[in-house]
């Protein structure tokens, strides 16, 4: 009897995290942190946790240099926003999808509501925007901080939108008032947050009262 031996070898692939060099500009004065980037392939996973920002890139491009943020804290003339306001600029940054989170400013209130800024109407050098949107990512209201995910970035705060007299359990025909408080002096869009509602169908609007 003949006894052999049969061995196979295996290759260990594993990839490793890098130092990646991280530079935050807040309210004024520049902070630099570290965050880290791992191999993902040809694209790459970012992650930076920081004790003003967390950040987690997914499928990311390769950052040339380092990432730089900016960010600032909210003013009274901010109103609704209740976080620190974040900017990133993403010329030279493709990503799958990002997580971030954020300080909130010690208001109390639960965030309920993602504001973003286009590149159109935010001033980069005074971290001003003309015109808040809502945006369709849902905040996760974490008690001092505010986490959610994107797949776009731009100006990007968490807000708390006050809508006096919540409506629900409607029958047809009901009519009702929904009361709610808006700041600013740009045009004011109302549209159903469900997709399935269509204005003129389902949805008859009377008027501002």
Known sequence: MVLGFL?????????????????????????????SVRSNGDLYDISLKDKNLGLDLSRSSKPKTGLSLKMRSPSPED???????????????SFSSAEVT???????????????CSDQN????????????????IPKDLGNKVSFAT?????L??????????????????RFIAKFRTYGQNDL???PADERVVFGRDLEFEGLY
């Open 79 to 93: 109103k609704g926003i209740i976080t620190d306001i974040l900017y990133v600029d993403h010329d030279d940054l």
């Open 157 to 174: 705060a968490g807000a708390y939108l006050e809508i006096v007299n919540l409506q629900s359990n409607l029958t047809v025909g009901d």
């Open 151 to 155: 797949t776009h970035f731009s100006a």
């Open 122 to 137: 935010f001033d980069k050098l005074k971290m001003k925007c003309r015109d808040w949107e809502i945006s369709s990512a």
């Open 189 to 191: 869009i109302i549209e």
């Open 7 to 35: 061995a196979f070898g295996f290759l260990l692939l594993k990839s490793s995290w890098h130092t990646l060099p991280v530079r935050i500009e807040m309210d004024g004065g520049v902070s630099k942190a570290s965050g």
């Open 102 to 116: 954020l300080n909130k400013n010690g208001s109390g209130k639960k965030a309920n509501a993602i504001l973003y």
